[in-house]
């Protein structure tokens, strides 16, 4: 099972259908790697499944799952498991990503709800990832996720007293780094759900960033979200980057280096020249990053 940096560099975009026939005619030199959600692929077969194969033959590729479901009390999926095993071994999928999340309990649920943070949580959810990291036989990366409602959640800045309950709560950040640990895996550190929360939840980003093992996180996630209210933010990968959230996307290349960053729309997609600013934007941060480490 690897634990060390991911094969793939610079500025990464979201694979979407409405994309594809653009990037069979070209791929564009700013764009490092692609990323794409397995259950919209995988069982595909036909005319998309030759269509993604004359990507994945060429490009470098991640994988970034949506029905893992981490934290369902329901038993674990191993047939889904081994399935997405497959699909990644078969086009060369260089990660594999999930939400630090659950979505499924006896059935699927078409949302991405939190988890407690709780120790109790922390070793369900850890135990889950050890299996499904055993099973594909490589390192499982986990995405801090945006939610709107903490079921247990004790703040960023109220650390939980030493000699707490198992179901005592935790903050936010103190959930994501025990689960990184406990469990041994990776992180994809999603800038815009850091933002989002923050505002959400009333929170340092800087604070939280500055809490975050460098050593777990592989990749980042930058998006665009709904401006609700004035203190509500909804994380909904269908508009442009705001610069808020540019500028905390600054901040986490000059803590954790220029690592690869991923580009997410949703809906609301505009041509791929429109998108490609915004992935110039994500290299010239990168490379502002570069250059202060070299001097």
Not at 255 to 260: K, N, Y
Request: with cysteine; net charge neutral.
């Amino acid at each position: 099972m690897k634990g060390k940096p991911l094969s793939i560099t610079g500025a990464g975009l979201g694979l979407r259908r409405e994309l594809v026939p653009a990037l069979l005619e070209r791929v564009p030199d700013e764009i490092g790697f692609f990323e794409i959600a397995p259950e919209n692929w995988m069982e595909c077969g036909g005319r998309y499944e030759r269509q993604l194969r004359a990507l994945t033959e060429k490009h470098a590729f991640v994988a970034h799952g949506l029905s893992l479901s981490l934290g369902s009390p329901a038993p674990l999926d191993v047939t889904f498991v081994k399935r997405v095993k497959k699909f990644l071994d078969a086009h060369g999928i260089r990660a594999y990503s999930e939400h630090l999340s659950y979505c499924s309990d006896g059935g699927h649920l078409y949302d991405l709800l939190p988890i407690p943070f709780t120790a109790e949580a922390v070793e369900h959810v850890s135990r889950r990832i050890r299996r499904v990291q055993d099973i594909l036989e490589r390192e499982l990366i986990v995405e801090n996720v945006s939610y709107y409602a903490a079921l247990a959640n004790a703040g960023i800045g109220k650390p939980r007293p030493s000699r707490a309950a198992p179901d005592a709560p935790m903050s936010e950040l103190e959930f994501l780094g025990a689960v990184l640990e406990r469990a041994g895996c990776g992180l994809l550190l999603d800038v815009n759900n850091v933002y989002v929360n923050s505002i959400n939840h009333r929170y340092d980003a800087a604070a939280f960033l500055a809490g975050i093992p460098a050593h777990r996180v592989r990749y980042l996630h930058v998006a665009g979200h709904y401006v609700e209210a004035e203190d509500l933010r909804v994380d909904t990968h269908g508009a442009d980057v705001c610069d808020p959230v540019w500028e905390l996307l600054g901040e986490t290349c000059r803590r954790f280096g220029p690592l690869p960053t991923l580009l997410e729309r949703d809906f609301n997609i505009p041509p791929l020249d429109v998108l490609l600013r915004e992935v110039r934007r994500v290299r010239r941060l990168q490379a502002a990053a570069s250059r202060r480490r070299a001097a």
